[in-house]
């Protein structure tokens, strides 16, 4: 068992239309299609397929989601990338920020 | 020797040119510093997912899926992107010489057939005998994210049912504002890139199995491959008649100093011959 865990993950959410976010978080919870998965940092690698739910990341003090409609993220020991398509609704209060 | 009033009229209609040209170059920068930012903020998606779908690949090696197979090129589907207008320099007929003489030769060996997009595309090949699948012309500019999937969904199936063995697609990518890039894809069978990073890591778990994932991740590349390169052509479309109508205004500007110089020579011209004709009169009329 190593003893180097990282002590944060770079999380990235790519969606076709835009870098969606790009930054170091302490903690993911991303939802599968067999439920929620929380990913911490040195997440043993998996490859997931993502339903339609909330991506909620979670700083050093505050959380911040939004939801997202099926895709795909990788998780690695310092990374997740995650591809992915905005909800519909999210889409829309973004493009009006 | 030209009248006055032939020069003058040709100026006005000249500047009156100039003007509209002016006006469709500043309407196209405008759109594509708008179409320009939809493409390079998706550029993050292109550089990586290309790469994840080979990891994924790599590890699911031994898993088939019917959009990875390779078959026999009997039978090709060919889109051809332009745009609906026309005004915009060599864009359009650059893409279409290239996209024909491409699929000239391989109906040699195979059958073709085409979707077509943009009213440009539609015309120019009525005159040549491929058969057409879906034609998409006149709204071009408007097609929604909607319709560009339902002809994802179009190709995949053709694709996964036999009906074609490969999808190539012809577009111009947007590569900088002064030159577009005439890029011919091929979409299926899909060809992953090999990847030497994820040799080196561990092997990863799946969430559902391999075969679910593959089963969506492989059209969702496909579908956004096909949004995608309607993006760049329409980036392009953009920066394209932005250089054609710029263009054309310094040349009317060109035009109209010419016309202007011409007018004035004949307008002193005149002038001194009038004097003359004044003077000698006056002389004539002196000596008597």
Redesign the interface.
């Known amino acids: 068992m190593s003893i180097n865990l990282p002590l944060s993950l770079q999380l990235?959410v790519?969606?076709?239309?835009?870098?969606l976010v790009d930054r170091d978080v302490k903690a993911v919870f991303l939802p599968?299609?067999?439920g929620y998965?929380g990913v911490f940092p040195g997440h043993?690698?998996?490859?997931?397929?993502l339903g339609k739910g909330a991506i909620t990341y979670r700083l050093n003090q505050k959380e911040e989601k939004f939801s997202v409609e099926?895709g795909?993220a990788?998780?690695?020991p310092e990374k997740v990338?995650v591809?992915t398509k905005l909800s519909k609704n999210e889409a829309d209060r973004s493009n009006e920020r | 020797m030209p009248a006055l009033i032939d020069l003058r009229k040709r100026i006005r209609s000249v500047k009156n040119t100039q003007q509209i040209t002016q006006a469709m170059k500043t309407v196209a920068t405008a759109k594509l510093k708008k179409v320009q930012r939809t493409v390079i903020e998706a550029r993050p998606y292109w550089h990586s997912y290309p790469n994840f779908l080979s990891e994924a690949a790599f590890w699911a090696a031994r898993y088939e899926h019917p959009l990875l197979m390779k078959r026999e090129e009997k039978r090709i589907e060919g889109v051809i992107i332009t745009s609906d207008k026309g005004l915009c320099g060599a864009f359009n007929s650059n893409l279409l010489e290239k996209a024909l003489s491409f699929f000239e030769e391989k109906a040699k060996q195979s059958d073709i057939r085409l979707v077509l997009i943009g009213k440009k595309a539609v015309t120019f090949f009525k005159k040549h005998p491929f058969p057409l699948d879906r034609t998409y012309s006149g709204k071009v500019e408007k097609l929604t994210p909607e319709e560009l999937k339902d002809l994802a969904q179009f190709l995949l199936q053709l694709y996964t049912f036999s009906k074609t063995d490969g999808v190539y697609v012809v577009y111009n990518e947007f590569k900088s504002i002064l030159s577009p890039r005439i890029t011919i894809a091929k979409i299926l069978p899909i060809e992953i890139p090999e990847n030497k990073e994820a040799q080196e890591r561990l092997t990863p778990d799946w969430e559902p199995e391999a075969g679910p994932i593959f089963n969506t991740l492989l059209p969702l590349y496909v579908e956004n491959q096909i949004s995608h390169s309607f993006f760049e052509s329409s980036a392009a479309e953009h920066a394209a008649r932005m250089m054609a109508m710029d263009n054309a205004t310094q040349n009317a500007e060109d035009l109209i100093s010419d016309l202007t110089l011409v007018l004035n020579k004949i307008r002193q011209a005149s002038i001194t011959k009038e004097l003359l004709e004044i003077m000698t009169a006056v002389e004539a009329l002196a000596k008597r």
């Open positions: 990235r790519i969606t076709p239309r835009k870098l599968g299609l067999e998965i043993r690698p998996l490859l997931v397929a099926g795909f990788e998780i690695l990338i591809f």
